[in-house]
């Protein structure tokens, strides 16, 4: 009697603590182009940027558009090495960049098709920036380790020249389904307003209801952020989403629960169950404002990566995620659910450094109180 009676609580225990699989239902899934690959480059911020305004395109026109990230690249390349030079090397010069730096290049540059930059050389079939980066840095830090402390005028001639190699020379006008456009006036027909779009964060060390300059490495054109309460934040998401907009996110996906093989993010309640609730639902933990702070503070959340959010998905207990577009391509084996990662609400409240929607997406009660 008393090895069944054992035996039946083991019984209990195994089945209370056993790992129950994933089981998600869609709430909501906004349209979106198709998962592609930003391949051997830093440039997550223009795909997945790029990818966001396809789908404000398509909201706003109907048309499904192929943009071109490269154009945007090699438009800001320009600005970061003369960001750096100028600032004698006291400043990031790197690949990676912000939703921001999308937007500037729009409102500067315009936008053009795919099928009109490509960014790629006759011999390549994708991306990868790794000789470009190396060679613009080592022009660089030769200019500014100048020993006559005196730049020639040589430098930004130089630097179009290497991208016109590694890119592709500029686009002035092309043709895109029978039409003659120039970058700016493809822009205007595509009916996007850079100066519509705004960034949301949510951080004590700022006011809140105020602009402020967020300090990461990325942010090299010290682009404005509005801070808002984490609660606000994340109602600017749900709302813009419920109403048909999709959502840009910048966010740190460094932490162990992010698995885009597993396409969860995740962040559990008990440590010890970390890997495991990659594979099935654990309980998680409670985000606050607080934790979040702290967390950004200690370096534990890190500005790593930019993705796009189109949706939003229950798992078999109500919890909520959202489904998030990443850029590293669709092949199974290393991306699950076709390139999309599936966040849970608790990861998002955690991890997500900022996100830019367009202005009309943003909660009235907190548009009014940021005085958009």
């Not at 592609?36 to 990818?51: A, D, E, K, L, N």
């Not at 030079?85 to 999308?102: C, I, N, P, T, Y």
């Amino acid at each position: 009697m008393k090895k069944s009676l054992v035996f039946l609580m083991l019984c209990i225990a195994v089945t209370v603590s056993a790992q129950e699989p994933y089981q998600f239902t869609t709430q909501i899934d906004l349209e979106a182009t198709p998962v592609i690959s930003q391949g051997r480059t830093g440039t997550c911020w223009s795909f997945s940027s790029t990818s966001f305004l396809e789908s404000e395109i398509i909201r706003l026109t109907g048309k499904q558009v192929d943009l071109s990230e490269m154009y945007t690249v090699r438009n800001t390349y320009p600005k970061k090495l003369e960001n750096f030079v100028m600032r004698q090397g006291k400043a990031q010069f790197s690949e990676g960049g912000l939703a921001h730096d999308v937007m500037n290049s729009v409102q500067h540059y315009g936008l053009v098709p795919q099928e009109a930059y490509l960014g790629l050389t006759d011999a390549e079939k994708s991306h990868n920036h790794a000789e470009l980066v190396a060679v613009l840095k080592a022009m660089a830090e030769t200019y500014i380790d100048n020993p006559a402390r005196k730049l020639s005028k040589n430098w930004k001639p130089a630097t179009e020249a290497v991208l016109d190699i590694y890119l592709g020379e500029q686009v002035s006008n092309f043709s895109y389904e029978g039409k003659t456009y120039t970058p700016e006036s493809f822009r205007d027909a595509m009916k996007i307003v850079p100066e519509d779009y705004v960034t949301i964060t949510s951080f004590t060390h700022a006011p809140f209801y105020s602009e402020f300059i967020l300090n990461i490495p990325d942010n090299w054109s010290y682009g404005s952020f509005y801070n808002v309460p984490l609660d606000e934040m994340m109602n600017s998401i749900d709302n813009a989403l419920q109403n048909g907009f999709t959502v840009e996110l910048d966010c740190d996906v460094s932490e162990r629960t992010f698995s885009s093989k597993d396409g969860v993010a995740v962040i559990p309640k008990n440590p010890d169950n970390t890997i495991k609730a990659l594979q099935g639902v654990y309980p998680e933990m409670d985000i606050t404002q607080t934790f979040r702070q702290d967390e950004f503070e200690n370096f534990t959340t890190t500005d790593d990566h930019l993705m796009h959010i189109t949706g939003t998905l229950t798992d078999q207990n109500g919890t909520k995620y959202y489904k998030v577009k990443n850029s590293w391509g669709t092949d199974e084996a290393r991306n699950a659910n076709g390139g999309y990662v599936y966040f849970s609400e608790a990861y998002m409240r955690l991890k997500a450094i900022s996100i830019t929607v367009h202005k009309d997406a943003v909660p009235k009660t907190t548009a009014k109180k940021l005085s958009l």
